[in-house]
């Protein structure tokens, strides 16, 4: 079974940066998919940035230019890198993986089984 668990959330102010880890274990295949979505309170969990199975980076318009995703394929860690923080990315931070085959749209909430129980991000104005 996949198991994945995220850290490095944080309360930074408005214009800060943080950056997020997640590592994910148990895969039987290397072609995967990663992913971080969030979710702020009474909103639904929307996608952010995700790695598909070619290392190919798909971003939100809302975070474009502001936030990096990256993996480390060794250690099979996934990272994003926030920067310019705005208090509206306030959120539980989630990471989600998956095996390529089985995603189809990167930022879609229902193609991925695996789930990291999630990281807070605060940001004050």
């Known amino acids: 079974q996949v198991q994945v668990a995220e850290s490095g959330g944080g309360s930074v102010q408005a214009g800060g940066s943080l950056r997020l880890s997640c590592a994910a274990s148990?895969?039987?295949?290397?072609?995967?998919?990663m992913a971080w979505f969030r979710q702020a309170p009474g909103k639904e969990r929307e996608g952010v940035a995700a790695i598909d199975e070619h290392e190919r980076p798909t971003y939100a318009d809302s975070v474009k230019g502001r936030f990096t995703i990256s993996k480390d394929n060794t250690k099979n860690t996934l990272y994003l890198q926030m920067n310019s923080l705005k208090p509206e990315d306030t959120a539980m931070y989630y990471c989600?993986?998956?095996?390529?085959?089985?995603?189809?749209?990167?930022?879609?909430?229902?193609?991925?089984?695996?789930w990291g129980l999630g990281t807070q991000v605060t940001v004050s104005s």
């Open positions: 148990g895969y039987t295949s290397s072609s995967v998919v």
């Open positions: 989600a993986t998956d095996y390529g085959y089985r995603v189809g749209w990167v930022l879609n909430k229902p193609a991925y089984r695996f």
